[in-house]
């Protein structure tokens, strides 16, 4: 009797621990099981791809299968859910009139993507939202006016020609094959530590700022697949997985490389003051206005702020510039009747110079049209998301409830049947003021559009200008009729495997 009364003492703790994990598990089973239900019946008047029972439709997008998503664009007007999984879907839409109701709401960003994101950059102006959001913007707004604009276009014509001085010396007069988005990719880097930093880095030729660069990437991979992997969207799950550990070291490499430089101009400042040295530089950069919106509102602009838009503002804007110029490279490449043109005008606004003004940007009409029509095929930010806080009503009468997560697919938009004839074609007649102003305003959106777009749109534009009209007077570019560069779908879309480009010394 007394082992029985043992064993009973013992066995009735995990007796009852087992029966209390069990109704715990049956009860989530049932709430899942009953969100379910309640999705599908709030998206039953949105037809979309079947999706698989556990993984839902998340192929479309981590096995870049970018074609496939273009063929449910054309099947399915308007808009389709896409189940992440067996319990969360994103509603995905790419009509203009859906996307203009959508964008003129004021509802949070996603707690997907952009928290994901937080490690990377901490809670900038990409992921904020309310007053805070609204705070920051009014403070960062000063740094992407045109008077300060304008004394960027030097500091970017100088990145621009260090990384053409270095293709002159790979190439010499020969027809030489180069991967251009690994050098692009630094040029932009070297453009934004200047223009956010007044950093003299020699990212250019000095390698060991690679890491930086190759952190960027990996971790944008990293968060990708995290939003579309729903077993990662539990922290509790994505913390027992290498990807995490891996996203920690990286957030340490973009960090301690932004903390140098922060804590490098303090010091600077600080002797300089001590020395009484007044002088002020060429151009105030990013880093002078946040600063200087934190010494007026210290109580609400901290340093965690501070770096938090310092990491956005290079995140945000080096690897989105970047795939946007190697892009608008391949685009003439493979139209040379349209590169030839752009160059001509080029040619007719700057002659044979290696430098360009402000004043100039404003007269390159037929090369600003290239530049859009690329944005069109290939929008380095493929989609932005918002979490509806109150429901919404479309132009067609189909509504969905709040809670849902929406993204608008600038992708889908942008190749669109329904908006533009063949869409696939690289046609810059597109953009031409008597055909643009007869399109809907909201079927071409690479800065979004609304209260939260883009902040860096007119600095994003500038660089792309500046660059390819420096480009184009040095170096004829074709195709490597071996080597199609693919899309592949991160937070960002890069080339799979870079651009791999023949460039030809204009002599």
Avoid at 149 to 165: A, C, D, G, P, R
Avoid at 241 to 270: D, F, M, P, V
Avoid at 421 to 435: L, Q, Y
Wanted: aromatic share 12%; net charge positive; glycine share 4%.
């Amino acid at each position: 009797m007394e082992f029985a009364w043992l064993d009973t003492r013992w066995a009735r703790p995990f007796y009852l621990a087992f029966v209390l994990f069990l109704t715990l598990g049956l009860l989530q089973a049932i709430k899942l099981y009953l969100r379910r239900q309640q999705l599908l019946r709030d998206l039953r008047a949105f037809p979309g791809p079947t999706p698989h029972w556990f993984t839902g439709n998340q192929k479309l997008l981590l096995e870049d299968n970018l074609e496939e998503l273009e063929e449910v664009v054309r099947k399915y007007p308007c808009a389709f859910p896409m189940w992440i999984g067996p319990f969360q879907t994103f509603f995905y839409i790419y009509d203009p009139d859906y996307a203009r109701t959508f964008l003129s709401r004021t509802d949070p960003k996603s707690k997907y993507i952009y928290k994901f994101l937080m490690p990377l950059i901490g809670e900038g102006l990409l992921n904020l939202n309310g007053p805070i959001w609204f705070q920051h913007r009014r403070l960062i707004t000063p740094a992407f006016n045109f008077n300060i604009l304008k004394s960027y276009v030097n500091v970017m014509t100088q990145s621009v020609n260090i990384m053409l001085s270095k293709w002159e010396k790979m190439c010499g007069t020969q027809n030489t094959l180069v991967e251009v988005f690994g050098d692009i990719s630094l040029m932009t880097l070297d453009t934004h530590m200047k223009c956010t930093f007044s950093k003299e880095t020699n990212c250019q030729i000095n390698s060991s700022h690679d890491e930086y660069v190759n952190a960027l990437s990996e971790g944008s991979k990293i968060v990708f697949k995290r939003t579309y992997t729903f077993l990662f969207h539990h922290d509790m799950i994505f913390k027992f997985t290498t990807a995490y550990c891996r996203l920690q070291k990286i957030a340490n490499i973009l960090h301690q490389y932004t903390e140098l430089i922060i804590q490098g101009r303090r010091q600077s400042l600080k002797d300089k003051k001590e020395q009484g040295n007044t002088e002020k530089r060429k151009h105030q950069d990013f880093l002078d206005i946040i600063l200087s919106a934190q010494a007026e509102n210290h109580n609400s602009f901290s340093d965690t702020d501070l770096h938090s838009e310092a990491n956005t503002f290079m995140v945000a804007g080096q690897d989105t510039i970047a795939g946007a110029i190697a892009w608008l490279l391949y685009h003439l490449a493979q139209n040379p009747e349209y590169q030839e043109r752009c160059r001509e005008e080029i040619r007719g606004i700057l002659g044979n110079g290696s430098s360009i003004t402000w004043d100039q940007l404003g007269e390159m009409s037929y090369t600003t049209m290239c530049i859009k029509e690329s944005l069109r095929l290939i929008p380095t930010v493929t989609a932005i998301s918002r979490e509806l806080r109150k429901p919404i009503t479309f132009p067609d009468g189909r509504s969905l409830p709040a809670g849902i997560t929406m993204v608008l697919s600038i992708w889908g938009l942008h190749r669109n049947p329904a908006i533009w004839e063949n869409p696939k074609v690289f046609d810059p007649s597109r953009f031409s003021p008597e055909n643009y102003s007869k399109r809907h305003t909201h079927s071409f959106l690479p800065f979004s559009a609304g209260p939260r777009n883009c902040i860096g749109q007119h600095f994003a534009m500038t660089e792309l200008k500046v660059a390819i009209a420096l480009i184009l007077l040095r170096f004829k570019v074709a195709l490597d009729p071996t080597r199609h560069p693919s899309p592949s779908v991160q937070v960002l879309l890069k080339p799979k495997n870079g651009i791999h480009l023949y460039l030809k010394k204009i002599s």
